[in-house]
């Protein structure tokens, strides 16, 4: 691929390591009854090596300057869809696929990894794994706890739905071009579902974080705070306390025990 030009608009840093490349693939453990889904798959650095695993194999590619170098691995168990994941039918699309697990894979565009999860956490594709290579900010982010500044919304939205590890760092150099970040391969793994109303824990947390040096007293006033206050208490916090201080458990809790007026 030395001569090709790599498009800043699409986010285009391709992996050039053998050793994170064998990382990232070997972090999943699909089987031939299952079904692997990969977002930007570049000049297929990823997509030669998930062959390996037999089973269907999709890859939504936005740039079909790609083609050339994608076409020589697509078969009859593996097929490269030319379309932005975040504007493609993805529903229709898995709908033509039996398959018993979902496993999600990819080195996503920094500047837009959260909306890629945002979509695939709001269209319910249930992945049993994703394994993702984010800028290593993000990953940190993703993986805060509670009382630190990257605590947040996305933070608790996607524990409620991931146990989220770190597979590996990786230097900005294991790219080309060489962007001016480092990065991070993570490994998001399904967990039990919990029982609350979603799009009632949805709007808590957002309002909760709406304004995020504000204190829970200030960003729900929106909601009974006698109910707020007394299950904040249960779980040693109160009215005063900040949205970054609370824990998973205790924005479930808060679901299940309070509402919007």
């Given at each position: 691929?030395?001569?090709?030009?790599?498009?800043?608009?699409?986010?285009?840093?391709?992996?050039?390591?053998?050793?994170?490349?064998?990382?990232?693939?070997?972090?999943?453990?699909p089987?031939?009854?299952?079904?692997?889904?990969?977002?930007?798959?570049?000049?297929?650095?990823?997509?030669?090596?998930?062959?390996?695993?037999?089973?269907?194999?999709?890859?939504?590619?936005?740039?079909?300057e790609v083609e050339?170098?994608?076409?020589?691995?697509?078969?009859?168990?593996?097929?490269?869809?030319?379309?932005?994941?975040?504007?493609?039918?993805i529903?229709?699309?898995?709908?033509?696929?039996?398959?018993?697990?979902?496993?999600?894979?990819?080195?996503?565009?920094?500047?837009?990894?959260?909306p890629?999860?945002?979509?695939?956490?709001?269209?319910?594709?249930?992945?049993?794994?994703?394994?993702?290579?984010?800028?290593?900010?993000?990953?940190?982010?993703f993986?805060?706890?509670?009382?630190?500044?990257?605590?947040?919304?996305?933070t608790?939205?996607?524990?409620?739905?991931?146990?989220?590890?770190?597979?590996?760092?990786?230097?900005?150099?294991?790219?080309?071009?060489?962007?001016?970040?480092?990065?991070?391969?993570?490994k998001?793994?399904?967990?039990?579902?919990?029982?609350?109303?979603?799009?009632?824990f949805?709007?808590?947390l957002?309002?909760?974080?709406?304004?995020?040096?504000?204190?829970?007293?200030?960003?729900?006033?929106?909601?009974?705070?006698?109910?707020?206050?007394?299950t904040?208490?249960?779980?040693?916090?109160d009215?005063s306390?900040r949205?970054?201080?609370?824990?998973?458990?205790?924005?479930?809790?808060?679901?299940?025990?309070?509402?919007?007026?």
């Open positions: 691929m030395s001569s090709f030009k790599f498009k800043k608009k699409y986010g285009q840093n391709f992996l050039t390591s053998e050793t994170i490349s064998d990382k990232i693939v070997d972090a999943i453990n089987t031939e009854e299952d079904l692997i889904l990969e977002i930007g798959p570049g000049g297929g650095a990823l997509t030669k090596k998930l062959k390996k695993y037999n089973c269907p194999l999709i890859a939504f590619e936005i740039d079909r050339k170098y994608l076409s020589p691995l697509e078969d009859e168990k593996t097929r490269i869809v030319y379309e932005d994941f975040l504007s493609a039918d529903i229709s699309i898995l709908r033509a696929y039996h398959y018993q697990r979902l496993f999600i894979i990819g080195n996503l565009p920094y500047y837009i990894t959260t890629i999860l945002d979509r695939i956490v709001e269209f319910a594709l249930e992945p049993e794994e994703i394994v993702i290579m984010v800028q290593k900010e993000v990953a940190d982010r993986m805060a706890k509670p009382k630190t500044r990257e605590y947040g919304y996305m608790v939205l996607l524990n409620y739905h991931y146990n989220i590890k770190i597979v590996t760092e990786v230097g900005r150099k294991n790219f080309r071009p060489v962007p001016a970040v480092d990065s991070a391969v993570l998001l793994s399904k967990k039990a579902k919990v029982n609350l109303d979603y799009d009632r949805k709007q808590l957002k309002d909760s974080f709406q304004f995020k040096r504000k204190t829970i007293n200030n960003n729900l006033k929106n909601y009974d705070l006698a109910k707020v206050q007394k904040l208490r249960k779980h040693g916090y009215l306390s949205a970054e201080e609370l824990d998973l458990e205790t924005f479930i809790d808060l679901t299940n025990t309070t509402e919007r007026k």
